[in-house]
């Protein structure tokens, strides 16, 4: 089955700094690989995804991820954080054998201090 | 105008209880799904759906029941609400049954079963 992890719970920085939040998929055959971000109390929001072609994905406000074959790898990142980043973000990879719902990762909660 | 509604976003019933919760998209999409967030914000489907076909997540229990009565609706019918359903509930919708579409998310439906 095609699966995506994310080791860390929580990601933890400081305004301004740069961010990422890691996740590593396991799927065979092509990956198509999504980030996505879940405020307070609302639904899921699509940032970016990844299908083919760069291995760096530009997406909305001001994110972006890097595609790395070798270390199956997928991490989101932004140049500077804002304290309304703070989230929980989810990374998702589509699983052919559901009719190509999303399998999620457990989310990682971003937190952005002033 | 909202691109996938549902309602209602709180659902407080007692245990035992029938309850429906709607969706509606109006993207044009072909396939819809429904998702299922739990305490610990897991995400995991529970089915994908377009006028096609029908896939069933094995492990969702055959109290719940996705109804299409035209393609922008996928209601969600539960019977015999029980404690461990609890949970919120995301409706979602993608152009077309493949694997780079986006998915667009609602809002969700909190169901709290006493």
């Known amino acids: 089955a095609q699966s995506v992890a994310q080791p860390e719970d929580q990601v933890n920085v400081a305004e301004g700094n740069p961010l990422t939040v890691k996740c590593t998929y396991s799927?065979?055959?092509?990956?198509?690989l999504f980030w996505y971000v879940q405020y307070p109390n609302r639904g899921l929001q699509f940032l970016l995804k990844?299908?083919?072609?760069?291995?760096l994905v530009k997406g909305s406000y001001g994110f972006e991820a890097e595609f790395n074959k070798s270390q199956t790898s997928f991490h989101l990142k932004k140049p500077s954080a804002l304290v309304s980043d703070s989230a929980l973000y989810f990374c998702a990879v589509r699983d052919s054998n559901s009719g190509y719902a999303l399998n999620f990762g457990k989310g990682t909660s971003l937190l952005v201090t002033p | 105008d909202t691109a996938v509604s549902q309602t209602p976003k709180y659902l407080v019933t007692q245990m035992g209880n029938d309850k429906s919760i709607k969706c509606e998209q109006n993207?044009?999409?072909?396939?819809m799904y429904w998702y299922k967030q739990d305490s610990k914000k897991f995400l995991k489907i529970m089915f994908s759906y377009n006028n096609k076909e029908l896939i069933i997540n094995e492990t969702v229990p055959n109290r719940f029941s996705p109804k299409s009565p035209d393609k922008a609706h996928l209601n969600l019918h539960i019977n015999s609400l029980e404690l461990g359903d609890s949970a919120v509930y995301f409706c979602?919708?993608?152009?077309?049954?493949?694997?780079?579409?986006?998915?667009?998310f609602g809002p969700g439906t909190r169901l709290t079963v006493l």
């Open positions: 979602a919708s993608s152009q077309v049954k493949g694997p780079t579409d986006t998915q667009y």
């Open positions: 799927v065979s055959g092509n990956p198509y």
């Open positions: 990844y299908i083919t072609g760069d291995n």
């Open positions: 993207l044009g999409h072909d396939t």
